[in-house]
């Protein structure tokens, strides 16, 4: 009888295996010799050979695997492994002669008997082996009724599969870290801002040379990233969606034309540019303000900022005419978030409330004047002159 020893490379496959490797009872296993013709003492230790090999390359698997993991893996923000395949996928690859070696002995444990008829169909090796999912016969004597070479042959196939488990509970653990990773932007944004930093560290002469440069940096990357902005999509989800599914050079080509793009502009970036143009005075004032803006006390309902003070901060900041609240409340979010900023803005609809209840005189000149002058005090309070930041926007360009 033919078994198909077909998986597919998916986490739920690899939780089936790793639920199969520990079926390892003896009854199992002296009904598989059975089942499977194992009846002469040369076959035994041809099997043992087998599993003795299987062994020492599931053993030299997880090394590789354990080295990956070491390495960063899961702390990479862009990775030359995630391109083509899912990590599960890419996992399993690496563990190509466990997978694969794992479900020869697995049918090696399979019965043996003609079918009767002919079957394009075929039973898979996890459902109809004796040391997987199958039914077994109870055995009434134990290992001591056996000859050595049966019981060394136990031990080993006890040692492989623990090596096999060791396997799949790495790449488990590693696919669960990614997931997690994926599933909270907050950690996706840390892992893209420590690589982007190590991007920058060591491309700091390619960065100078292109700095100099007329051209314009073009990359389909960064305007798809400003894209998503204009979707009012925050950097902590677009770093969730980006998370392993770069190449490095990708990745390393974004990050370059970015630094590059916003050096020429003195420091302002491309969201800066489209808010507030070339007044770079302003986009300072801006971000001094943001950065302090939890002293003025704007918690509303259940640690929010309200849609009220949003709405005075953008009267007060003086975006250029025609461009949305929406675009305004995506930067200022990740701005504040960025700077440590411990409360969670409102939606844009409260924001737009705000504002037409300034255009309507609900909210009074007085209280906006109020307001202005407390923003005013503040930027005075931190902000640097003009002269030191531009010493401080040189330095950042020139490392």
């Not at 986490?11 to 009904?31: A, C, G, I, P, Q």
């Not at 290992?143 to 488990?165: A, K, Q, T």
């Amino acid at each position: 009888m033919v078994y198909d020893r077909h998986i597919d490379k998916t986490e739920e496959e690899l939780r089936e295996l790793r639920d199969v490797y520990s079926r390892n009872e003896v009854d199992r296993f002296t009904d598989g010799l059975v089942s499977g013709r194992i009846n002469s003492e040369e076959k035994v230790i041809e099997f043992t050979n087998f599993i003795r090999t299987s062994d020492g390359l599931t053993q030299l698997e997880f090394s590789r695997l354990k080295r990956l993991k070491d390495e960063g893996f899961i702390d990479k923000f862009a990775t030359n492994y995630n391109k083509r395949f899912s990590t599960c996928h890419m996992l399993m690859n690496r563990m190509r002669s466990g997978v694969s070696r794992g479900m020869q002995m697995l049918e090696t444990l399979c019965e043996k008997k003609r079918s009767r008829g002919y079957s394009n169909s075929k039973r898979k090796v996890i459902d109809h082996s004796k040391m997987g999912k199958s039914p077994y016969t109870f055995s009434l004597w134990g290992l001591e009724y056996y000859i050595d070479s049966v019981r060394v042959l136990y031990n080993e196939i006890l040692s492989y599969e623990n090596h096999l488990s060791e396997c799949i509970d790495l790449c488990l653990y590693i696919i669960q870290q990614v997931a997690y990773i994926r599933n909270h932007p907050e950690s996706a944004y840390e892992k893209h801002q420590n690589s982007r930093q190590q991007v920058l560290l060591n491309n700091r002469s390619v960065i100078k040379h292109f700095i100099g440069m007329n051209e314009e940096m073009e990359n389909n990357l960064m305007e798809k990233v400003e894209g998503w902005k204009h979707e009012k999509k925050s950097m902590e989800e677009i770093s969730a969606m980006l998370y392993h599914t770069l190449d490095e050079d990708e990745y390393n080509n974004w990050i370059i034309s970015e630094e590059v793009m916003a050096a020429r502009r003195k420091g302002i970036t491309n969201q800066e540019r489209a808010l507030w143009g070339d007044d770079k005075q302003q986009v300072m004032r801006c971000r001094t303000a943001y950065s302090h803006i939890d002293e003025l006390n704007p918690e509303g309902q259940k640690e929010r900022i309200g849609g009220k003070f949003l709405a005075l901060l953008l009267n007060w900041s003086k975006v250029q005419p025609g461009r949305g609240v929406e675009y305004w409340l995506t930067y200022f979010t990740d701005f504040y978030k960025s700077s440590g900023g411990v409360l969670t803005p409102v939606k844009i609809g409260a924001v737009k409330r705000g504002l037409t209840q300034i255009l309507m005189g609900d909210i009074k000149k007085e209280e906006v004047d109020e307001f202005n002058k407390t923003m005013d005090t503040l930027v005075q309070k931190y902000m640097i002159t003009p002269a030191e930041q531009e010493k401080i926007v040189k330095t950042a360009v020139n490392f």
